[in-house]
């Protein structure tokens, strides 16, 4: 109780104490910045055996009240050179060599006081390997696997595709124009993956890429390459010849028939010179097989027979100016005998993902025209298959 009288006092020293203490606040300076270096991607992500360099983007600011601060960047502990000669800047891109660890330092002037640093790295990180495409020749399957489970797109195109960062944070475009895709297609989910392109066309070439999205760091991964189409092959079979009108009244059809594919010979009956005695109804085996590699998208078959009338039955042995020999033959008479013909093409660019389509039966039907009365029939068959 004794103490009492110097109460008023005490609080007097609090209410001074306290004044100065929120004055001295209120004209303090205001906390400055700190000082900020940064880099991304970092680590530098490089996804391929022989990729040998990739890309950082540096942002950096040593704040306005040090506007002489400079950026120096030094390689795996080495000398120091300077990078950029600005307080503030970015983003900018730097090399970055694969395998080695960038230090980037924001230095004030005279090199005394590190504000602030960054130190990138790179790291190997193959998402997308044993890539293995298997080409045939309308389709081709791409056999891959990835890192983590993923859901991979696979396109192919004629065209090159454009160039892509291996590894980014959004999905890159590969082509120009949606156009410029041949086919596209998504692998199955998980970690080994196989995507199926199909309506290819045969022995062309042809550029893939392969995207892959990584659910656990966000980041897209793309490879690219290429291959090439097996060559379609056609084989055609000219099996049987059938002579529905032998074209004479009275006696059996001195004849002669050439067939063709694409306007070149393929066989001829009878196999040697002359002509063959034959009567309506009569049927004969062919069974000639010719067969074409990189064939062409169709096939033009064709068969011409000639009647010689000549001497009424005599045969002519040396098969001289033969008109069944002219692919171009139509149907028609003349004082040395009729002729007839037929044609049929075929396409063969097939698109469908098979390796074999066929046999497939033809039959060519010549009909009597223009004072011509042979009439016969050719039967056979061709197949398409593909080989590399």
């Known amino acids: 109780m004794k103490l009492r009288p110097h109460t008023g006092l005490r609080a007097a020293l609090i209410r001074i104490w306290l004044t100065a203490g929120i004055i001295a606040c209120l004209e303090a300076p205001a906390a400055k910045a700190a000082s900020t270096i940064s880099a991304t991607p970092n680590p530098v992500v490089y996804v391929t055996i022989g990729q040998t360099q990739g890309t950082t983007t540096l942002t950096w600011d040593a704040g306005a009240d040090k506007p002489n601060a400079k950026v120096w960047v030094s390689v795996d502990g080495g000398a120091e050179t300077l990078f950029a000669n600005t307080h503030k800047g970015g983003p900018t891109a730097a090399p970055i060599q694969i395998g080695k660890t960038y230090t980037f330092k924001l230095w004030n002037s005279t090199k005394v006081v590190v504000w602030a640093s960054v130190k ?8 997308i390997g044993n890539i293995k495409p298997d080409p045939r020749g309308t389709y081709a399957k791409i056999n891959f696997t990835t890192k983590d489970s993923s859901l991979p797109i696979v396109s192919v195109s004629t065209k090159k595709p454009l160039s892509f960062p291996l ?23 998980g970690t080994q993956h196989q995507a199926q392109l199909n309506t290819l066309k045969p022995s062309t070439l042809y550029h893939y890429v392969i ?21 379609r092959m056609v084989t055609v079979n000219f099996r049987k010849l059938w002579i529905t009108d032998d074209s004479d ?7 002669r028939f050439g067939f063709y594919i694409n306007g070149q010979p393929a066989a001829k009956y009878p196999s040697g010179s002359g002509y063959a005695s034959l009567d309506t109804g009569d049927q004969k085996t062919i069974n000639r097989t010719v067969g074409f590699t990189n064939a062409k998208p169709t096939l033009t078959l064709k068969a011409t027979g000639f009647d010689n009338d000549v001497g009424f039955g005599g045969l002519d042995s040396t098969g001289a100016n033969f008109p069944a020999g002219d692919p171009n033959l139509g149907t028609g008479e003349g004082k040395n005998g009729e002729w007839s013909s037929a044609s049929q093409t075929i396409n063969v660019d097939n698109h469908d993902p098979v390796d074999t389509v066929g046999p497939i039966f033809f039959k060519l039907v010549a009909k009597g025209a223009h004072g011509s009365d042979l009439e016969f029939e050719v039967h056979g068959e061709y197949k398409i298959s593909y080989a590399p």
């Open 249 to 255: 009244d009275l006696s059996a059809g001195d004849l």
């Open 167 to 189: 590894v980014s944070t959004k999905d890159e475009k590969t082509w120009s124009q949606p156009s410029d895709i041949a086919s596209t297609n998504f692998a199955q989910i």
């Open 120 to 127: 990138v790295t790179t790291k190997y990180f193959p998402f």
């Open 211 to 231: 995207s892959a999205h990584d659910k656990k760091s966000g980041l897209w991964f793309k490879t690219s390459g290429t291959f090439k189409t097996f060559r």
